[in-house]
């Protein structure tokens, strides 16, 4: 499978934006998904975490009760949903996935990474 990140931009703090992961190939409800991002100057670190129908999702506590992430199976596509964005949420947003993850919010338990979509959240 291949992932494709989009819907970053620019937007005030307070303001919403949606993230999709569209994935290519006929097994991605065979993989779990997961939301990194790396702000500038910083290590990439873990966002969000949802299992492969949805049925469990984790969040990192900087972005629980901001953030959602869900998943359509049938399109293919895991979004993050992020309101109430604040200065500190810039950064470049990253989907990935594991079948099997050994730890959610590692980056070394995904072997599958998408490109990368900024997000700019000014004060």
């Known amino acids: 499978v291949q992932l494709q990140a989009s819907g970053g931009g620019l937007v005030q703090a307070g303001d919403s934006l949606r993230l999709s992961c569209a994935a290519s190939?006929?097994?991605?409800?065979?993989?779990?998904m997961g939301w990194f991002r790396r702000a500038p100057g910083k290590e990439r670190e873990f966002v969000a975490h949802?299992?492969?129908?949805?049925?469990?999702?984790y969040y990192a506590d900087s972005v629980k009760g901001r953030f959602t992430i869900s998943r359509d199976n049938a399109k293919n596509t895991v979004f993050l949903q992020m309101n109430n964005l604040k200065p500190e949420d810039t950064a470049v947003y990253y989907c990935?996935?594991?079948?099997?993850?050994?730890?959610?919010?590692?980056?070394?338990?995904?072997?599958?990474w998408g490109q990368g979509t900024l997000v700019t959240v000014s004060s």
């Open positions: 949802i299992t492969w129908s949805g049925q469990s999702t």
């Open positions: 190939g006929r097994t991605f409800g065979e993989y779990q």
């Open positions: 990935a996935a594991c079948r099997y993850c050994s730890s959610y919010d590692d980056t070394r338990s995904y072997y599958i």
